[in-house]
């Protein structure tokens, strides 16, 4: 059953503040998503402690935010502050935080020994005897390096690029270098006497197979890539 409200808090110079909130709708206003904060809030009444039914000064408002317009306040507190999270809302954000964060490994990362990718759910299991705990909400790219650091010690694993030789026919060209330059960077280009291009392109490792089959894709099985080197 879900919850009817939970309570969003912001601490600051010694003041605290905590409103009555919407679990679902307060988590959406913080992520960005445009809502209004009456549809948010249980009540417009800002206290210092909700469950002793303690409110918050004026003064402490005016203080901290510049008004004591409850409804102002309460959108500062939500961007700001913390909201408590159902349990389910907390194993949500998880599963997503956790999945973006073992795709970016995926893409990434390569078995040091093989300089293949590593699969996705290697990735997961490792991640699991590790032990890895993910936080829901700290950006992936901030959790990526130690979530690696981490797996290492299950599984031989390595941060690495690879370096790819394409080559692209003339009739896909233009199509080819905006494929090439959205998936890593260009080093060198050189357009052949039929038209046709060749590049080098330094792309995450685990990207290999991506970029072939997205060549593939685009010139009907004409184009060529070779992999250079991974380190």
Same mark, same amino acid.
């Given at each position: 059953?879900?919850?009817?409200?939970?309570?969003?808090?912001?601490?600051?110079?010694?003041?605290?503040?905590?409103?009555?909130?919407?679990?679902?709708?307060?988590?959406?206003?913080?992520?960005?998503?445009?809502?209004?904060?009456?549809?948010?809030?249980?009540? /417009?009444?800002?206290?210092?402690?909700?469950?002793?039914? &303690?409110?918050?000064?004026?003064? %402490?408002? +005016?203080?901290?935010?510049?008004?004591?317009?409850?409804?102002?306040?309460?959108?500062?507190?939500?961007?700001?502050?913390?909201?408590?999270?159902?349990? /389910?809302?907390?194993?949500?954000?998880?599963?997503?935080? $956790?999945?973006?964060?073992?795709?970016?490994?995926?893409?990434?990362?390569?078995?040091?020994?093989?300089?293949?990718?590593?699969?996705?759910? +290697?990735?997961?299991?490792?991640?699991?005897?590790?032990?890895?705990?993910?936080?829901?909400?700290?950006?992936?790219?901030?959790?990526?390096?130690?979530? !690696?650091?981490? #797996?290492?010690?299950?599984?031989?694993?390595?941060?690495?690029?690879?370096?790819? %030789?394409?080559?692209?026919?003339?009739?896909?060209? %233009?199509?080819? #270098?905006? &494929?090439?330059?959205?998936? *890593?960077?260009?080093?060198?280009?050189?357009?052949?006497?039929?038209?046709?291009?060749?590049?080098?392109?330094?792309?995450?490792?685990?990207?290999?197979?991506? &970029? #072939?089959?997205?060549?593939?894709? &685009?010139? $009907?099985?004409? *184009? /060529?890539?070779?992999?250079?080197? !991974? *380190?």
């Amino acid at each position: 059953m879900k919850e009817k409200y939970v309570i969003a808090k912001y601490e600051f110079k010694g003041h605290r503040f905590e409103i009555l909130v919407d679990p679902d709708k307060a988590l959406e206003l913080k992520s960005g998503k445009s809502i209004s904060i009456d549809e948010v809030l249980i009540s /417009d009444i800002v206290y210092k402690d909700a469950k002793k039914g &303690l409110k918050a000064s004026p003064e %402490s408002m +005016r203080e901290v935010f510049g008004t004591e317009d409850p409804r102002t306040v309460a959108l500062e507190i939500i961007k700001r502050g913390e909201i408590q999270l159902t349990a /389910d809302q907390r194993r949500k954000l998880i599963e997503e935080k $956790k999945a973006q964060v073992v795709n970016l490994i995926a893409k990434n990362a390569v078995d040091p020994k093989t300089k293949l990718p590593i699969p996705i759910k +290697r990735i997961e299991l490792a991640m699991e005897q590790a032990r890895v705990s993910i936080d829901p909400f700290k950006p992936a790219e901030q959790q990526f390096e130690e979530v !690696v650091s981490q #797996i290492a010690k299950v599984i031989p694993i390595k941060i690495a690029k690879a370096y790819v %030789s394409v080559k692209i026919p003339v009739e896909y060209s %233009s199509r080819g #270098i905006k &494929l090439l330059q959205s998936m *890593g960077v260009v080093k060198k280009t050189r357009w052949l006497s039929d038209g046709s291009l060749e590049a080098e392109v330094e792309i995450p490792a685990g990207m290999q197979q991506e &970029l #072939i089959d997205k060549v593939n894709a &685009l010139t $009907k099985g004409s *184009g /060529d890539v070779k992999i250079m080197s !991974v *380190g």
